[in-house]
């Protein structure tokens, strides 16, 4: 029997009954003070995760710390080299604990009963640790124990949980990493904010005495960390390493992970000196189908249950039992289930776990079966989302969107794919899957993570290749190309062109014409551009092709603008957005908005532009779509510098610029850099803007694009005349001598000039402007919707609230509140300045330039 305590309570004493911890315990501050206040709440807590993760330093940490809340004691009980072959498992644990805490067997009384009665009037802590392949008699040996005891308290270890009625399952994380893509230069000075830098330092330290981490080693020790998924095992093994390696060949070596990090601790229970080993354990408690389904999961970078359905089920594991084999490796540790996305659980496996479980596929024979299945799935669900997201297939808005947020979360899976089916030759289904995903690279502007695919497999044996699959990719590698190189854009589209009328594909011919449209209208030739733009129009239209068709009228609105047509312009722009509207593609919608917006600014109407703009904002930041994005945030800018706002211009054209830069977008840079010249010479900074300008001009002529005309180009040279032509001539042969990285660095870093605002014409404060014959605050950039502008309108021609309710049908209270909506928005307090403020718009000066083009 457990003799009762004497006298007061001797922590050190108690600290007595676990074992050593052999080095320092780095992080989990954070865990730790949750899992004391866990143990305050229930009787039996279970850490759970898989091998390596840190489980049992975990559990003697919490017992140490917790130790004085227990006046009977903490007490560890170690059951990983306990075999249930040898006697009952019940019995083994039973004897283990008892063992541990100094009980002795009665003659004729079952062990159990007596330990009961020992632990009945103690308060203590019992950690049993390492219960996963003794599942039933720790459930069994707990649930008495809790039942004899009301004083006890017990912390279980495990990969799988008890499932026991008082237990609280709690996951152990890995330790914190930096994320991906972290600056070194930034993580540098505070890496040990990331606990698995920590112990790696910690652990490194330890081996090779005199290592530290610091700017030259970051980056690879962060990697390492990373790769490693914060587990702590194996960052332990990779950092025993040092010894023999630099961290930068460990980081390189880590593909081979299971052959590198077994050099652990030789006093260390088989299954923690090695990586493998710390999985295998895992792996060899699994059963049969468990086995194969984790072993074909290792396909996916992460999954839904309907994924792993169609991919991983067979004659050996039915679909049926896709969902239960699941939960059972998430109960096991070896699946993790992430957040849920679009009303579906995700799963992912940490990537060592991954590993682990691809050479078991392998080793299995199963891989290229099973990847042949996975390219299957991809090709069908990728071009069911492409006909989905591209309005191919009715759907409302929000279907569209799933669309690139499914594509978002499955890049990885896309990107395994289509390095197998490079590495298998197969062409045609790597074509078929970029064309079917290239929505997402053009409006996450991604582009030449596309174009690199594309290129790749379009190098490839072609002689099997339909023409149809050919010609689309083709087509797609133009539009992605287009940006950067309008040449090389229009070589493809040409060739692309070609073979979808070959293989009579209709919607790829109007895309081609599309394509070849644009290019022709960036680059000056606005003749082509219009008979390109009227065949892909003419296709779509007999096809029923509304994406295309919504596309082509939104090219042809640019080149009735370019033509100086701005009432055609403004005609088909508008028609564009309907068709757009119609078929509820709102990305191609805001597309056509954005033209609308350049040809309100283009016409002097500011306040409309705005709210074109802000429309068409709201919509493209629902997909990410960067590029438009970008030119979108300029039209802004413009907008906000026509109107003085000088600060609120470069908040915009800055963010503008960064968004086209990170495309690799030459035509937005090129846009973005004379948007900044024309910003710095209204801050008083003349020789930024000529090296601008100049800096622009280059860009467009490397990109193949129209030079800036006399006009445009004086315009930006203007304000430095007075520091006489030679200067001038030399800032602009500086200007274009810069790459369009310094051009970028320049615009941004640049040191801003407070501009002086140009006064009213009666020398009035620059925050007033006479707007027709009325005297009136300035009017920010409005953000009317269409029906407050025909309140507007209205309003200018003298109708009452009750006179404008009859006129469109709604109620009076609605009539009255547009109104109060457009001073709101306008910045009035009049309906006087309202009527003043549509006349101005009506009888606005033209000024010189062009209506925008498409992105």
Not at 305 to 319: G, K, N, R, S, Y
Request: hydrophobic share 45%.
């Amino acid at each position: 029997m457990l003799p009762p305590p004497e006298g007061n309570v001797n922590v050190d004493e108690i600290r007595a009954h676990l074992p050593e911890e052999p080095n320092t315990f780095v992080g989990r501050e954070r865990e730790l003070v949750e899992l004391r206040q866990v143990l305050h709440r229930t009787r039996a807590l279970t850490l759970c995760g898989p091998g390596g993760i840190g489980k049992t330093r975990l559990a003697l940490r919490l017992l140490a710390i917790s130790a004085a809340e227990f006046p009977d004691g903490v007490w560890f009980v170690e059951l990983a080299d306990l075999r249930p072959h040898d006697l009952q498992q019940a019995d083994l644990v039973v004897s283990r604990i008892a063992a541990v805490i100094g009980i002795t067997e009665e003659a004729g009384r079952p062990l159990l009963e007596t330990l009961g009665d020992a632990l009945r009037p103690r308060r203590l802590l019992l950690a049993l640790d390492n219960c996963e392949h003794l599942l039933d008699a720790c459930a069994g040996v707990g649930r008495h124990l809790l039942a004899s005891a009301p004083g006890l308290r017990l912390l279980n270890t495990s990969r799988e949980p008890l499932s026991v009625a008082a237990e609280t399952i709690w996951r152990v994380p890995p330790l914190s990493v930096a994320p991906p893509g972290a600056d070194p230069a930034q993580v540098a000075p505070g890496a040990e904010r990331y606990e698995a830098v920590r112990l790696f330092a910690d652990r490194a330290a330890a081996s090779w005495p005199g290592f530290t981490v610091g700017p030259d080693n970051v980056a690879a020790v962060t990697s390492i960390c990373r790769a490693l998924d914060g587990m702590p095992l194996a960052i332990e093994l990779a950092a025993a390493r040092v010894r023999a390696l630099s961290v930068e060949q460990i980081s390189a070596r880590l593909d081979d992970r299971f052959g590198l990090l077994t050099a652990g601790d030789r006093s260390a229970a088989p299954r923690q000196r090695t990586l493998r080993g710390a999985i295998e354990w895992s792996y060899e408690l699994l059963t049969g189908p468990e086995r194969a389904l984790f072993r074909r999961l290792a396909l996916f970078t992460g999954w839904s249950l309907e994924m792993a359905e169609q991919v991983c089920a067979d004659e050996e594991i039915p679909a049926a039992e896709v969902l239960g084999l699941t939960a059972a490796l998430v109960d096991k540790s070896l699946v993790v289930l992430d957040p849920e996305l679009l009303g579906q659980a995700r799963y992912r496996m940490l990537n060592t776990i991954r590993e682990y479980a691809a050479l078991q596929l392998a080793e299995a024979g199963e891989a290229a079966v099973f990847l042949g299945r996975f390219r299957d799935y991809a090709i069908r669900t990728a071009e069911h989302s492409q006909a989905l997201g591209m309005a191919r297939i009715a759907a409302p808005w929000p279907a569209r969107v799933d669309v690139f947020r499914r594509f978002d979360v499955d890049t990885g899976n896309v990107t395994q794919v289509l390095n197998w089916c490079l590495e298998q030759g197969d062409a045609e289904a790597g074509l078929r899957i970029c064309a079917a995903v290239s929505p997402c690279w053009i409006v996450w502007g991604t582009f030449g993570e596309g174009s690199e695919w594309l290129r790749s497999f379009l190098a490839l044996d072609m002689t099997a290749v339909p023409a149809q699959v050919q010609g689309a990719a083709t087509v797609v590698r133009g539009q992605l190309t287009l940006s950067s190189d309008p040449a090389a854009a229009w070589s493809l589209g040409t060739e692309g062109l070609k073979l979808c009328r070959e293989a009579d594909d209709r919607y790829w011919i109007a895309a081609g014409l599309n394509l070849l449209a644009e290019i022709a209208l960036h680059t000056g030739r606005i003749d082509e551009a219009g008979t390109s733009a009227d065949e892909a129009l003419a296709i779509a239209q007999a096809s029923g092709d509304g994406w295309n068709e919504g596309y082509a009228l939104g090219t042809r609105a640019a080149i009735a603008g370019r033509r100086g047509k701005l009432r055609e312009a403004e005609q088909l722009a508008t028609a564009s957005v309907a068709v757009m509207r119609r078929i509820d593609q709102q990305w191609g919608a805001a597309r056509a908005l954005l033209g609308l917006g350049d040809l309100a600014r283009f016409r002097n109407r500011p306040g409309e532009a705005h709210g074109w703009y802000v429309e068409a904002l709201a919509i493209l930041r629902e997909i990410g779509a960067r590029p438009e994005i970008a030119r979108c945030l300029a039209g802004l800018g413009r907008v906000a510098m026509d109107l003085g706002a000088f600060e609120q211009a470069r908040r915009h054209l800055t963010r503008s610029l960064r968004l086209s830069h990170a495309t690799g977008a030459r035509i937005g840079v090129a846009r973005g850099l004379e948007a900044f010249a024309a910003l710095t010479g209204h801050e008083g900074q003349p020789e930024l803007a000529v090296q601008l300008a100049a800096a622009a001009a280059a860009l467009r002529e490397a990109a193949g694009l129209p030079p800036l005309s006399g006009a445009q180009v004086e315009a930006y040279l203007a304000p430095a005349r007075r520091l006489g032509d030679p200067a001038v001539a030399r800032l602009w042969a500086s200007g274009r001598a810069l790459t369009s990285e310094a051009a970028v660095t320049l615009a941004l870093d640049a040191p801003v000039k407070p501009a002086a605002p140009a006064a009213g014409p009666n020398g009035e404060s620059p925050a007033l402007s006479v707007v027709g014959r009325y005297r009136v605050a300035s009017a920010p950039p409005s953000s009317l919707t269409q029906r407050e502008y025909e309140i507007a309108e209205l309003v200018a021609g003298g109708l009452s609230n009750k006179a404008m309710a009859t006129e469109l049908s709604i109620s009076h209270t609605t009539a009255a509140r547009h109104v109060a909506n457009i001073m709101a928005k306008l910045g009035f307090n009049s309906r006087t300045q309202i009527a003043a403020w549509v006349a101005d718009r009506a009888q606005g000066p033209g000024r010189a330039g062009g209506p925008g083009e498409p992105g």
